[in-house]
């Protein structure tokens, strides 16, 4: 989660992870995050650096920030950093610079290690996994423990799962001494890919790109019925585009649509439940969808280009589905748009402000004319910097620009801490090979059957969000069910997609469901009312991942255009029919078999997405809307 910063009389309040810093902890702090990012922009630009040496440096800074931030008991004292935090973040440090240091020798020794490199290596461990505790919560690294138990000891095992087993020095080698396990291809990632796009969304965040597009959002839908919820729906869309973290998009744009919501009439946990679903799809909205799309690119071999176009029409039909659900509760409720003296005008919007969305068109084209993420991502932030200038109130000041940069620093602790920790699971599956065992079981136990496959994948990654962020849960997921899906028939893309779509969506899944939690705070309502009330509202996203499956064109994958808009026109009927069948209004009140009706569409359509399926339930939507119609027409005036 991206950790909001506020800096006031020389103190910094991390209020993510609690912790207020003052006086000379407060200078180090912050000095280690712009520390921390200056160092990407250079890695990624004019600082050519081997990859060992670079991965090593990032993982120092970054440990002793998550030591600095984070205290060691989530409950504990949450003020300066005593001197144990600093101990264990000089250690962090250390244990870059050993790499730094001692690499060519390394080398140079044909890959030997020596005693002190046994301890370094040890000590890097250790200190990732409790830098994991503290910044992730326990279950990622008591997973790593896991996989790490079973690398040493799987000799002990019997088959299937067992393996000739790994010498802790061998393990120790392939975690810290070369481009594996700790500084693998998803540690690389985080330091090139993610890192930049966090701080690219840092930057534009510090020119007042967000008030800009909460204004835009404003001007496009608040005079509607339901007109502050829907502002939600697209000032949160537009802004996950640029944060890529579902609790931070709350915590942004929800206090200022969550009180509007609850001022024009709608009760506070549909409100919270409306600003958590759709901060939530700002994960899955291109360009930058979160952190997991450029592990996306790596998993599966494919251009960033081709992820972010496959991932446009299965964002489009997320808000879709969360735009008709807030207007039919706005029409049912007798709910009204928003006065017309509180809503700017569109034009004047785009003149004042439309400028400092520029940036992410540029962004866009760049990547579709071709040029690398990393290219795209440079240059995105260099246009945010010139931009700004346009206007005097959003100037990059020095002041603004390291304020980005420390916001930006920070931010890359929970991300980058979720890759690192990871990089153990995806090092040991590499050395043991569990992978074909996880599938293998997989499909014995879904007997072959492919939809049986899905739901398992889909319970376990919900299980595994409760524990996880949506980051580790894709990545846990890509490593040790998606290959299982690829080898039953389903599309690498597809699969992908599938397990990533589930690890977003951890985000508003109980009992975790971390951005219903922010939500709650903000709207003043029960955490778990709202979650369950969002898991209702969003259950067209979560069949949206099973026809992802079947039928792939939705992605641009195997595509033909009348293949595509037929699916197209069976996902919007049959969220069409949901929401109208859950919310109970259409025409008008529906009655209780009219609403079974919608809801039997709905699975012909969604759940049951074939082609003969989808022919019925189009045939009994129109029967429905049909009956629907007539019988309002026939009912006297209100």
Not at 391 to 398: G, K
Not at 446 to 462: E, K, P, R, S, Y
Not at 516 to 537: D, Y
Request: hydrophobic content about 60%; charged content about 10%; glycine content about 10%.
């Amino acid at each position: 989660m991206t950790r909001r910063v506020t800096a006031a009389l020389g103190t910094l309040r991390f209020e993510d992870a609690g912790r207020s810093v003052s006086g000379f902890h407060a200078w180090i702090v912050a000095g280690l995050a712009v520390s921390l990012a200056v160092f990407v922009l250079a890695i990624n630009s004019f600082l050519l650096m081997d990859l060992m040496r670079r991965s090593a440096l990032f993982m120092g800074m970054l440990l002793a920030l998550v030591f600095l931030l984070f205290p060691l008991r989530r409950g504990g004292p949450k003020g300066n950093p005593t001197l144990a935090d600093y101990i264990l973040a000089a250690l962090g440090l250390t244990c870059g610079f050993y790499i730094y240091v001692t690499y060519g020798d390394f080398v140079a020794r044909n890959l030997e290690m020596t005693r002190l490199d046994v301890i370094f290596g040890t000590m890097a461990v250790v200190l990732v996994l409790e830098a994991g505790r503290r910044a992730l919560g326990w279950w990622l690294p008591a997973l790593c423990v896991i996989f790490i138990l079973y690398a040493l000891y799987g000799k002990v095992l019997p088959a299937p799962i067992g393996h000739f087993g790994v010498r802790p020095e061998r393990f120790i080698l392939r975690m810290y001494f070369v481009s594996e396990g700790l500084f693998g291809s998803v540690f690389q990632i985080a330091q090139t890919y993610i890192a930049l796009f966090v701080l690219f969304g840092a930057f534009l965040i510090a020119t007042g790109a967000t008030e800009a597009l909460a204004q835009l959002g404003l001007s496009i839908s608040g005079r509607y019925a339901g007109g502050p919820a829907k502002v939600a729906v697209v000032a949160s869309g537009m802004t996950g585009m640029i944060s890529g973290t579902a609790a931070a998009n709350v915590a942004t744009t929800g206090s200022m649509t969550i009180p509007m919501m609850k001022k024009v009439g709608f009760k506070s946990d549909f409100a919270g439940s409306v600003e958590a679903i759709a901060s939530t799809g700002g994960l899955i909205m291109p360009p930058i969808m979160g952190a997991a799309a450029f592990l996306m690119v790596e998993f599966i071999g494919v251009s960033y280009l081709t992820v972010i176009t496959a991932a446009a029409i299965p964002a489009l039909l997320y808000y879709i589905a969360l735009m008709g659900v807030v207007h039919f509760r706005a029409v049912k409720e007798g709910i009204r748009g928003l006065p017309a003296e509180e809503i700017p005008s569109l034009g004047r919007v785009l003149i004042t402000r439309g400028y400092l969305l520029a940036p992410l068109v540029i962004l866009v084209i760049f990547l579709i004319v071709g040029y690398t993420p990393i290219f795209s991502a440079l240059f995105a932030i260099v246009a945010t910097f010139l931009v700004s200038f346009v206007r005097r109130d959003s100037w990059l000041t020095p002041k603004r620009i390291l304020a980005a940069l420390m916001k930006g620093g920070v931010a890359l602790t929970s991300v980058g801490m979720a890759c690192l920790v990871a990089g153990i699971i995806v090092g040991v599956v590499s050395m043991t090979g569990i992978a074909e065992v996880f599938s293998s079981y997989i499909e014995d136990w879904a007997g072959g059957w492919l939809f049986l496959a899905l739901l398992m994948t889909a319970v376990a990654a919900i299980l595994l969000s409760c524990a996880l962020p949506a980051t580790a849960v894709y990545i846990v997921a890509a490593v040790t069910i998606a290959p299982a899906l690829v080898a039953m028939g389903a599309h690498p893309l597809a699969a992908h997609f599938f397990v990533f779509w589930f690890g977003v969506l951890s985000n508003i899944t109980p009992p975790v469901a971390i951005a219903c939690f922010t939500a709650a705070g903000i709207a003043r309502a029960s955490p778990g009312k709202i979650a369950l009330n969002a898991m209702r509202m969003a259950l067209p996203a979560f069949l949206i991942a099973f026809i992802l499956i079947y039928h792939p064109d939705l992605l641009f994958v195997e595509w033909t255009v009348l293949g595509l808009v037929r699916t197209v026109t069976l996902s919007l009927v049959g969220i069409g029919a949901y929401v109208v069948a859950t919310e109970g209004y259409l025409f008008g009140p529906l009655a209780l078999w009219e609403r079974v009706l919608f809801f039997l569409v709905m699975v012909l359509c969604l759940a049951l997405p074939g082609v003969n399926t989808g022919l019925i339930g189009l045939v009994l939507a129109v029967v429905a809307l049909a009956f629907s119609y007539i019988r309002f027409k026939r009912q006297p005036a209100a």
